[in-house]
């Protein structure tokens, strides 16, 4: 049983609003219960039929789409168990105290999938299979599950360098192999290695390198146009050069691999999608047509935009993602989603600011959204994307999230195609959740990178600090956070850049084991021009001492540093941007240096003031209480 550390609660409009509805409802009590007493049951089954009724049991409509284009408030869609490949988008919302509810019936295992089956295959050469695939997500965007297990694009290399390998056990079908690439200083179009060493000219032509070069800030991609012997050309890169930027003082540190080529389908397991056809080796030889063969074919299994008051409960999405885009009150409750988002090339590698949504296996717009007692995996951009105001994100374990090199599993951040920059957002409460294994920050607040450099001046070339993305106050409380910036360096377990956090609170959470390579390292990290952050009451440890490893780092330009610990920070040159800003206060945290024993070796006296809750328990169901802490 959870027991709350006492401190004080404060409790936003909007939640206050919630607690007090069932008051205000009073009044209405007659036209509440008319409206319950005519809500409808809708049944949907694998054996159904879309011409049916779908009110009865026995005779349930064939589509879980079927039962959503008739659903009004109040109306409950009950699910029996068995694969489902569709993207379901509701025709009505529901309203406060009657919902539009979909969810499994009595707890049968129900699957929504994004992917569809390929058959038809016949044998190209020896061990390759091939069978016609007339659908692509794009280049890098496909995916392809055999027998029900993800397979990884064939790559080269296929396992990483002597040195390289990762730091914890991680699924390789997903996660890169970290091949030793480096790109030569001054360069935009060349990347190197031994690795290519006697090959033959123009084996990996018309493929794809992605790999993370010097400052590592996030993973990049460019297509190769030529190869030779030790040498790949390749697009020459427009957008941060592969960060080998004039302020850089970390030596090149190259991790890469190529995909998309044919010439690297060389082991089990692995595919390419080429001009129509998928090629294949099947994971233990078998013949193709013996198992299931199934390749990602749609970006979501729920389309909410634009809707209020729907509910997806205890459903398991593979493949797909789900997107509450303009939506109000919406929710997600006990669910479980898996390889919800894929691609190979970062789109805000090429444009000032990505598309909201489009990298995110998860997006949440609109207001007063939820997300509680679910379990979010393996995304290679965000696991959630949460623009808008006051929502609510408590009791998830999310984990295995932007091993594209580039997004976390909690963004945060604004929407540019609803919002202005200074628009009012934020106010949104993350609490109980557990997040590990990510290619970059676990929990990142973002800015609109286009206003901030409007805004700004340039102090030497690369170097252009403004204004900062504004924020409501935002709740980062009794969470657990740990391997982070597995991909990537310059980061934090937290990470925010060029955001007026409005006070957010950043406490009584569990922060450990930052995993970025090299010499860095940063549990909580405010980049150049955030303030307005209230960090305190954590439990912080890094998991290793080498190089430069910081609890804390608050970088220039920004406010005052209020602490009772130390806190680094550096450039002076920064402070000279618009202005300087708000405080950043950071008290009453435990930094465990040196320290190795897990969680499980914590003491109470590691805990400031007295132990805490923290983390996700998704076999105890939040409640809406936890909304008013």
Known sequence: MRAFHQFSFRISRHQIRRLVFPVCCAFTLIPVMVSVAQAATYYVATTGNDSAAGTEEALPFRTIQ??????????????????????VTPANSGSAGAPIIFEAYQNERVIISGADIVSGFTLYQPNIYKAAMPWSMGKGKDQVFMAGAVQPEARFPNTASPGLEYPVPLLGSVWPPRGDFHVPVGTTDRVTSG??????????SGGLYLGT???????????????????????????????????????????????????????????????????????????????IIEAKAR????????????????????????????????????????????????????????????????????????VKNSTIAYS????????????????????????????SPIDIGPDPTVESPTADRGGHVISFNTLYNSGRALISIGRDIVYHHRTGRALTPPLKYGLPTPYRKIRIVNNELYHANILTMDSGLFYTNGTDGGGTEIAYNVIHDDLQPYIRGFGVYLDNASWGYDVHHNVLWMGREEGWRQAFMANMPGGKIVSDGPVFTWDPRLPFAPHNGGD??????????????????????????????????????????LHAQ
């Open 66 to 87: 079927r039962a959503a284009s008739v659903m009004r408030a109040g109306d409950t869609c009950l699910i029996r168990g068995g694969i489902y490949r569709e993207t």
């Open 195 to 204: 690795l290519l060493s006697a090959q033959t000219s123009g084996l990996w």
């Open 213 to 291: 070069h010097y400052q590592s800030y996030q993973f990049q991609a460019a297509d190769i146009t030529d190869s030779a012997s030790g040498i790949l050309t390749v697009t020459p890169l427009k957008q941060a050069k592969w960060y080998n930027i004039e302020y850089s003082w970390l030596p090149e540190f190259g991790r890469g691999f190529i995909s998309g080529v044919l010439a690297a389908l060389d082991e089990p397991g692995e595919w390419v999608h080429q001009a129509g056809v998928l090629y294949l080796q099947t994971p233990q030889g078998q013949h193709p047509e013996s198992i």
């Open 299 to 370: 970006q979501l299994a729920f389309d909410l935009t634009g809707k209020s008051y729907i509910t997806v409960r205890s459903l398991e999405v593979v493949s797909a993602g789900l997107t509450m885009y303009k939506a109000t009150n919406c929710t997600i409750d006990g669910a479980k989603f898996s390889y919800i988002n894929q691609f190979n090339r970062p789109q805000s590698t090429t444009t000032p600011n990505p598309q909201p949504g489009i990298e995110a296996g998860i997006y949440i717009g609109g207001r007063y959204n939820t």
């Open 380 to 407: 290679a951009g965000s696991g959630l994307w949460i623009t808008g105001r006051d929502h609510l994100i408590t009791n998830n374990v999310i984990h295995d999230i932007g091993y594209a090199g580039s997004y």
């Open 584 to 625: 950043r206060h950071f008290w009453r945290n435990t930094y465990k240096l040196d320290y190795h024993n897990g969680v499980a070796g914590l003491k109470d006296s590691d805990f400031p003031d007295g132990r805490f809750a923290f983390g996700a328990n998704v076999s105890a169901p939040a409640t809406t209480a």
